[in-house]
Nanobody, 126 residues
């Protein structure tokens, strides 16, 4: 399955962005049965978990740094997930990646995710 993330850009602190991630390819439909997530990698930093959502959207999890500001959602019919980011801060600046897990429930562990998108840049200016 191929994943493509888009929707990044330059925004001022306090602003909002909505990221999207679409699955394509012959096996795109398989992601509807798996958890999916968003990770990010800031300049000079390791890739970190941002948010995850279960296969049916019934369970979500967030890192402490984004909880209350970001919302993850999914559209199983269209094999897509989204990340609504509000109250953005300069420290949210990073390349954001979407990923599909090998499990039905989300995990913050990098190794649980087997398919990755190419990333989309989010830059928050102060």
């Amino acid at each position: 399955v191929q994943l493509q993330a888009f929707g990044g850009g330059l925004v001022q602190a306090g602003g909002s962005l909505r990221l999207s991630c679409a699955a394509s390819g012959r096996t795109a439909r398989t992601v509807s049965n798996n958890a999916m997530g968003w990770f990010r990698q800031g300049p000079g930093k390791e890739r970190e978990f941002v948010a995850g959502i279960s296969w049916n959207g019934g369970s979500t999890s967030y890192s402490s740094s984004v909880k209350g500001r970001f919302t993850i959602s999914r559209d199983r019919a269209n094999n897509a997930i989204y990340l609504q980011m509000n109250s953005l801060k300069p420290e949210d600046t990073a390349v954001y990646y979407c990923a599909a897990a090998r499990t039905a429930v989300p995990s913050s562990e990098y190794n649980y995710y087997t398919s990755w998108g190419q990333g989309t840049q989010v830059t928050v200016s102060s």
